[in-house]
């Protein structure tokens, strides 16, 4: 499903954390939303998922305005995973996963084969099986954030967007995330995700938007647009980029900052 | 939708989860609650001033053989026992949907001052006029715990929400309201008596006419505490993954504080102030049932609806043929039950 932002600004009283944001995320598109703290990241993605009114501007799920949407029928198609969710700590996993169901269930919350189907689908896709009895507030951060992902796959979304889902992680588990949410994405599920890994958004998404100041910096196929003097500007440290043998792809590499050079001090706008 | 029907689950472990597991576990003493209410209520018949043998109890229940118990069973203590176990449960559903729109485990309609405010509009129209009807006190009660429900949604859900801030809201509104309905009961005529009965909460010459008063009030709100319960498990998970499961948040604060409003206001239109019992009731349930509030809303008005017969009954007998004020009993279990949270939960 294809989603469309047009013109979108959101803030915070007087803040503006996102600034007049245009962008088309083609249905079936896997992308990352890359920057530095506090560049309208969360905010963006809280926007897009109807968590939060603009202030101007709109965001199109398919022909329809999400705003002219119900939160219920929006959340049928498109699920949000917030950053780092606290609620819900003394639930089992299981529970909590079910929980995802509440946008398709009736006013009775009966469950039907449907429910159950999704929830085992979910489960088993997040590789949450062997936690399903165990406490949310006795799982690792690691553990947690997979139970939050299948709350987020029961939902049986058409677009994905999650805020920071490999924050928490080990590697290993990072790498099953991101393969986790590449072989949605294959099953034809849009997934927008922000991630501070520059390296992991490089190798998993055919897209990278980066944000900066609530305006973005740069968008496109990480090959493109990840290197050295654009990354510079969006972080304001020096950036090296490698290239991964194996599939070509970029690495970036912070430098310390002091090695920033002349010029690249000129890029960041910075002293 | 998508990719589902490829790696479709089993079917048979299916059905083995459609009970949840603790709700099973607990079956016993859930049927030991109902045991407890139908035990409270025999003795409820039996025992008062005038003591009946359980011949009378069963005769005056169920025939005309037995005029005098008859009348006593059925126009003293059956009404009084009925609007007990409702006051105990509208207090306890309310105590329950506080905790868990606050998601704070010392929320409850007397901390946060919603009993104040429905007080308060309940002693101003007995002091205007003593011999108010009972219907006009129940809606009096309601409008004044909409009115509390609503200063608290407004305080404490300006910009985020804090526990802190809607703990101390509740503080002071009650603090408030309370002041205003002691300087009330003062300045006017009314029995002293009565005020203490009023303040401390109790049942005293409670009977149909209250649960009139309370029916209309109670079946929407119990109903709506039903319905609302499992909206109230999506906001536990925090604002923004409700909102994303396609709860509107602040409606459903909004909603289900006034559902709090009304159930509170009948139990103080009926009883006066009672306090604790939407406390305790709640982490009773909880300790039961599990968080589930699908669950947990009716265990608690079961909890309720026992805690407050039993403590009615006491509060008749102590000092028999005079009675103390139930609410003495409830806040003697209450208090140290609060005291308990408090040292020992975070
Ligand atoms: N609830 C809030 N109230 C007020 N200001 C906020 C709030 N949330 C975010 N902000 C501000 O909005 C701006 C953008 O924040 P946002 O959370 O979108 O950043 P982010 O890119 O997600 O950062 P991070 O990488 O740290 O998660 C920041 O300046 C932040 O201080
Ligand atoms: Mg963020």
Redesign the pocket.
């Known amino acids: 499903m294809r989603l469309s932002i047009q013109g979108l600004s959101l803030g915070?009283?007087r803040?503006t954390?996102v600034d007049d944001v245009s962008l088309d995320i083609e249905s079936g598109d896997m992308v990352s939303i890359v920057?530095p703290?506090?560049?309208?990241?969360?905010?963006?993605l809280r926007g897009i998922g109807r968590l939060q009114r603009p202030t101007r501007g709109r965001v199109l799920l398919g022909e329809t305005d999400i705003r002219s949407l119900g939160a219920r029928q929006v959340a049928r198609q498109l699920a949000v995973l917030p950053?780092s969710p606290d609620g819900g700590a003394d639930l089992t996993v299981r529970e909590l996963v079910y929980r995802g169901r509440f946008p398709h269930q009736g006013i009775l919350q009966r469950l039907t084969r449907t429910d159950f189907e999704a929830v085992d689908w979910a489960m088993k896709a997040a590789d949450v099986e062997l936690l399903a009895a165990r406490t949310l507030a006795h799982l690792s951060g690691g553990e947690r954030q997979r139970a939050w992902i299948a709350m987020a796959l029961a939902q049986q979304p058409r677009v994905l967007l999650l805020d920071?889902p490999t924050s928490f992680l080990d590697i290993a588990h990072q790498v099953e995330v991101m393969e986790l949410l590449q072989r949605l994405n294959h099953d034809g599920i849009t997934v927008v995700a922000?991630l501070?890994d520059l390296a992991l958004a490089a190798r998993y998404t055919r897209r990278v938007i980066a944000?900066r100041e609530g305006r973005v910096a740069f968008d496109g196929a990480p090959a493109e647009v990840m290197e050295p003097v654009g990354l510079a500007k969006v972080f304001g440290i020096a950036m090296t980029v490698l290239t991964d043998p194996e599939s070509g792809l970029p690495i970036p590499i912070p430098r310390s900052k002091a090695s920033l050079t002349p010029r690249d001090a000129i890029a960041t706008d910075r002293p | 939708m998508t990719g589902m029907a490829a790696e479709s689950p089993k079917q048979g472990s299916a059905l083995e989860r459609r009970v949840p597991a603790r709700l099973a576990g607990s079956t016993v003493v859930l049927l030991m609650c109902v045991t407890g209410l139908l035990a409270v209520s025999l003795l409820s018949m039996k025992l008062g001033a005038v003591h009946l043998s359980w011949n009378e109890v069963w005769g005056g229940l169920t025939s005309d053989s037995e005029p005098l118990a008859r009348n006593i069973i059925w126009q003293i203590r059956v009404p009084r026992l009925v609007d007990a176990m409702l006051v105990g449960a509208a207090l306890a559903v309310s105590g329950a949907l506080l905790q868990g729109v606050t998601r704070n485990p010392l929320a409850d309609p007397t901390i946060l001052g919603v009993t104040a405010a429905a007080g308060l509009a309940s002693a101003t129209v007995i002091v205007i006029d003593p011999r108010v009807p009972q219907w006009a006190i129940a809606a009096a009660c309601a409008a004044g715990g909409l009115i509390g429900a609503g200063v608290l949604f407004v305080i404490a859900y300006r910009g985020?929400v804090s526990p802190v801030r809607l703990a101390l809201a509740g503080v002071a509104l009650s603090a408030f309201f309370g002041a205003a309905i002691v300087g009330l009961l003062a300045s006017s005529r009314t029995f002293l008596q009565t005020s203490l009965g009023f303040l401390a909460g109790g049942l005293y010459g409670s009977e149909w006419r209250d649960f009139r008063a309370m029916l209309p009030y109670l079946v929407p709100g119990f109903a709506a505490a039903i319905l609302l319960s499992g909206r109230l498990n999506i906001l536990a998970l925090g604002d923004d993954v409700a909102a994303g499961l396609g709860v509107v948040t602040d409606r459903t604060r909004l909603a289900i504080l006034a559902v709090v409003g009304v159930l509170t206001a009948m139990a103080v239109a009926t009883a006066g102030m009672v306090s604790f019992v939407g406390l305790v009731c709640p982490h009773l349930a909880r300790y039961t049932v599990g968080s589930d509030n699908r669950a947990l809303i009716p265990v608690s008005a079961l909890y309720g609806a026992l805690l407050v017969s039993i403590a009615d009954l006491i509060a008749r007998l102590v000092i028999s043929p005079s009675e103390v004020p139930m609410g003495i009993i409830t806040a003697g279990v209450g208090a140290p039950f609060l005291l308990y949270l408090v040292r020992f939960r975070e």
Request: neutral net charge.
């Open positions: 915070y009283g803040l954390a920057g703290n506090g560049s309208g990241k969360s905010t963006l950053q920071e922000v501070h944000m | 985020a």
